[in-house]
């Protein structure tokens, strides 16, 4: 049964802050991974992909990848109480199209 | 920016009864996902449909549901004799390229069953 987790939260940081959410995964095929945002009552928003080990940047977002340690994470610099919401961590792994889902993080960011 | 869609937004029905979600994805995109959401729970896959047949799908998805494409734009899911535990947020999603490639969710159907 592959698994995705996540520290379910809610992970509470001042505005101008960073925040950092993580996720780890139990597929050690797993190829892609990817973090959804998704407000309440809302659908899944696609806000970063990462494919290789390292750190990937996209503006006030950096996602950073080992897969050695199965662990992927989420970087949110400059938080803005616009960035409140839940955070979904998903994994594809190359055998398969499904996306598989973390429960998510909720993060809460005050002004 | 293109964008998947999906109606209706709301869909109450009897258990028992049959619905059919719709769903019309980004128009270049040409592999397509339903998932399904279970208020307070994460983001389940349902099935993935690609040239005109299922590419995977989970357990979850058995012989009560059903999906097609039936035109060039459209994909749906029919639930078939709805029970009480369907009740969910359904998700449509397309990618324009394969496995392992970004997913891009319509805004949902909330499908309540009485």
């Known amino acids: 049964q592959k698994e995705v987790e996540q520290n379910s939260g809610p992970l509470s940081v001042p505005e101008g802050a960073i925040a950092s959410l993580n996720c780890t995964y139990s597929?050690?095929?797993?190829?892609?991974f990817f973090w959804y945002r998704q407000y309440s009552g809302k659908s899944p928003e696609l806000i970063m992909s990462i494919y290789s080990n390292g750190d990937k940047e996209d503006g006030r977002f950096t996602a950073q990848l080992n897969k050695a340690s199965q662990y992927v994470s989420l970087l949110i610099r400059d938080s803005q109480p616009s960035d409140s919401a839940t955070y979904l961590c998903a994994v594809n792994d190359q055998a398969g199209t499904a996306l598989i889902f973390g429960k998510g993080t909720t993060l809460s960011v005050s002004s | 920016e293109p964008e998947v869609t999906q109606t209706p937004s709301h869909q109450v029905t009897q258990m028992g009864q049959e619905v059919i979600l719709r769903c019309v994805p980004i128009?270049?995109?040409?592999?397509f996902y339903w998932y399904r959401q279970i208020l307070g729970q994460k983001v389940e896959f349902l099935v993935s449909f690609y040239n005109n047949e299922i590419s995977e799908k989970s357990e979850i998805f058995d012989d009560q549901f059903s999906v097609e494409r039936p035109d060039g734009s459209n994909f749906t899911l029919k639930i078939r004799s709805t029970k009480l535990e369907d009740s969910a947020m359904y998700f449509c999603?397309?990618?324009?390229?394969?496995?392992?490639?970004?997913?891009?969710f319509g805004p949902g159907t909330r499908l309540t069953v009485l």
């Open positions: 597929d050690r095929g797993s190829q892609s």
């Open positions: 999603a397309s990618s324009e390229l394969g496995p392992g490639n970004e997913q891009f």
């Open positions: 128009s270049n995109h040409l592999y």
